[in-house]
């Protein structure tokens, strides 16, 4: 006899709010995130409003992933149809639900650019978080592998770049003028997974990882720049299982 998989997807709430409604509050669980089926919705925060959602957007996700209760509070704006989804479905969304995973990563690149601008505008980040420049010479090392640092740095300017070598071996360099690095480890608070070496003399910025918190409501650009970083393992760790399936080698 045939036994069926329960659906993961059947926890799934659809729902119409009113105009005014209240659809979650500051300091609730972030145990669901959310999609705007249809109509518009204000995220509030400290009685303040900070961004309008329309059809298509999704909000609620920045919570879990920092593992906190939601920082914002969202109203119905118009008469709106909203789906709840529990957050534990991220998993299968993922690898089941790849529309939806566009969407989610197209929505949040939106909001983040938009809150980019006003904050670029407005709070100038270096008003509001601890950050030091720091200059390094050829063979100095920046970060090293294995080591535990909750520190985010950026290259401000390098003759030649820095060298990033795991196990020994060069798996990287970061050339560009503004390109941030050791993010994932200060995000995920796990060891450095590779060393990083100046090649030349380089200028670096350095953000401390105490005001982690501060650093991402403030200066949303990093999000999103930890958010491709993401994107672009997923990416890559998709290949990888597609390729182990079809038994074909690395």
């Known amino acids: 006899m045939e036994t069926r998989q329960a659906d993961p997807f059947q926890d799934v709430a ?3 709010y009113r105009p005014k409604e209240l659809i979650v509050a500051e300091a609730d669980p972030s145990d669901r995130f959310y999609v705007i089926l249809k109509g518009e919705v204000e995220i509030f925060q400290n009685k303040k409003s900070i961004r309008v959602l329309k059809e298509g957007d999704i909000f609620g996700l920045e919570n879990f992933y920092l593992n906190r209760p939601y920082t914002t509070s969202a109203f119905s704006l118009s008469t709106s149809r909203i789906a709840t989804y529990p957050t534990k479905l991220i998993r299968d969304i993922i690898y089941n639900r790849p529309q939806l995973i566009e969407k989610i990563l197209q929505s949040v690149m939106t909001q983040l ?11 100038p980040l270096e008003n509001v978080v601890d950050i030091s420049e720091l200059i390094f010479h050829a063979g100095d090392v920046i970060i090293e592998e294995d080591t535990a640092g909750i520190d985010i740095y950026q290259l401000v300017e390098s003759d030649k770049g820095l060298l990033v070598t795991k196990g020994g071996s060069e798996v ?4 560009r003028h503004g390109e941030y690095f050791g993010e994932l480890s200060a995000i995920l608070k796990q060891p450095r997974t590779a060393t990083v070496c100046s090649l030349g003399r380089s200028v670096v910025k350095v953000f401390s990882g105490d005001n982690l918190e501060t650093i991402l409501a403030t200066y949303p650009h990093l999000a999103k720049v930890i958010i491709d970083t993401l994107a672009k393992r997923l990416i890559a760790a998709n290949v990888m299982i597609a390729d182990r399936s079809s038994g074909v080698s690395p």
């Open 113 to 123: 650019e938009q809150t980019t601008q006003i904050a670029e505008e407005h709070i």
């Open 172 to 175: 990287g360099r970061i050339n």
């Open 14 to 16: 659809i729902r119409e």
